[in-house]
């Protein structure tokens, strides 16, 4: 049995060697696959990894606030961005003794100048809190100051990019910038901090959020207090979150007179939002590893063709074997290792595709993809099976041609 196997496995070597370009052409779809299915797999697990760190980015047991409820969908705080104030934040700071720091934001893209140079910024209204909430580091000077926040001073904080572009190689410290024709004196510039979602948190100004609404973007018509796009509260401790979601959430119901009504505002913690953005990018992964699943199925679909097209090539040698002696089963192994070999040099050549693949993904663009082992592994097995089982059909007509019937043709 053994000797037979061995035998079968030289002759098929040695055939598929003979017919170069067919045995190429045939294995095409399986290098294609297995190719697609680990770069595919690699770079979903890439895109998760990529939204997870986008999320941390933005600090660590951290609660947003924004207005709208989360029922009326993303975009329900866009119509009623009225509903939060500086006076919300305020009481929330006061009154939830679950949280540790809580820091209103008002923002807007302005244009910004310092003498000669001119830039478009997301200029930030905010307070002190903001640097401990949203993780910020320092690269020269000092952040926003609770003297600054008291006093109303007309002082600003750049972004890396923003100093760079309207000071280049100066020192920006103590220098002047005008925002929207409005002056301020420059106390600090943020370390470079890179994109988040699509926008640059390099290209931002932060002023104190009162000097905002006074200065710069006016107060909300018919508001006691000004109003805020978005408030975001640090917990004391990971444990703390929940607790503060819902004493935040109880403290707004109860401020804004929502008795018998839906929540005019939204809470949700930093695990929430890494929770929705899983169940997304795992659907994108599934998504993508069936689809290049498809690749392998089509490459199966080819190894049978070609297969079926070479037992009708070499009817003859299959008669000729018979009349001498060999077996049905000995036709049938031979096809069968045949297709299998394609499967798994088409498997090895792929994996090695999909590799260089994913080398190439994580030079050319922000995603860090790394090397599943278990999508090659299991890739690898597949398309192993693949020739297999569109092996056997070709394999079987073999051993079923009529020896005599196969010379005579």
């Known amino acids: 049995m053994a000797y037979n196997l061995f035998e079968n496995a030289t002759m098929a070597v040695k055939t598929l060697g003979a017919n170069k370009l067919r045995s190429g052409l045939t294995m095409l779809g399986i290098i294609i696959g297995n190719a697609s299915v680990i770069a595919m797999v690699a770079a979903g697990q890439a895109a998760q990894g990529f939204v997870t760190q986008q999320f941390e980015s933005l600090g660590t047991n951290v609660l947003f606030i924004t207005p709208g409820d ?78 600054d926040a008291q006093s109303d001073l007309a002082v600003a904080v750049l972004g890396s990019e923003t100093a760079q572009t309207l000071f280049g190689d100066q020192n920006p410290i103590n220098q002047k ?63 703390s979150a929940s607790a503060a979601q819902y004493q935040i959430t109880n403290l707004l119901r109860l401020r804004h007179g929502l008795l018998n009504k839906e929540d005019d505002f939204t809470v949700q913690s930093q695990q929430d939002l890494l929770d929705t ?44 074997r018979k009349a001498i002696g060999a077996k049905g089963s000995d036709i049938s192994m031979q ?39 278990s999508a090659i592994a299991i890739s690898f097995t597949v398309s192993g099976s693949t020739g297999l089982i569109f092996g056997l059909l070709p394999a079987r007509r073999a051993a079923q041609l009529d020896p005599i019937v196969a010379l005579r043709s």
Not at 107 to 135: F, K, S
Not at 290 to 312: E, K, Q, R
């Open 177 to 239: 910038i005008r925002v929207n024709n409005v002056r301020f004196t420059v106390v600090g510039v943020v370390a470079s901090r890179g994109s988040s979602f699509g926008q640059n948190q390099d290209e931002t100004v932060y002023v104190p959020i009162q000097v905002m609404v006074d200065q710069i973007t006016g107060q909300a018509v018919g508001k006691t207090s000004p109003t805020v796009q978005i408030i975001a509260v640090s917990a004391s401790d990971p444990t």
């Open 277 to 320: 953005a899983a169940s997304i990018t795992d659907i994108l992964v599934l998504v993508l590893g069936f689809t290049a699943g498809i690749s392998l199925l089509v490459g199966g679909i080819g190894i049978m063709n070609i297969m079926l097209v070479s037992v009708t090539e070499r009817t003859q040698e299959i008669g000729l």
């Open 70 to 147: 989360a029922q009326r969908g993303p975009t329900a705080g866009v119509s009623r961005a009225d509903t939060l104030t500086l006076a919300d934040a305020a009481a929330i700071a006061a009154e939830v003794l679950a949280v540790s720091e809580v820091s209103p934001e008002k923002n807007q893209r302005l244009r910004v100048t310092q003498g000669a140079a001119e830039t478009q910024a997301n200029v930030i209204g905010t307070n002190p809190d903001y640097l401990t909430v949203r993780q910020i580091t320092l690269d020269q000077g000092r952040f926003l100051s609770p003297v």
């Open 335 to 373: 096809f069968t290792i045949e297709s299998i070999i394609l499967a798994v040099i088409g498997g090895v050549i792929g994996s090695g595709v999909g590799i260089i693949s994913i080398v190439i993904l994580t030079l050319t663009t922000p995603l860090s993809a790394g090397i599943s082992l």
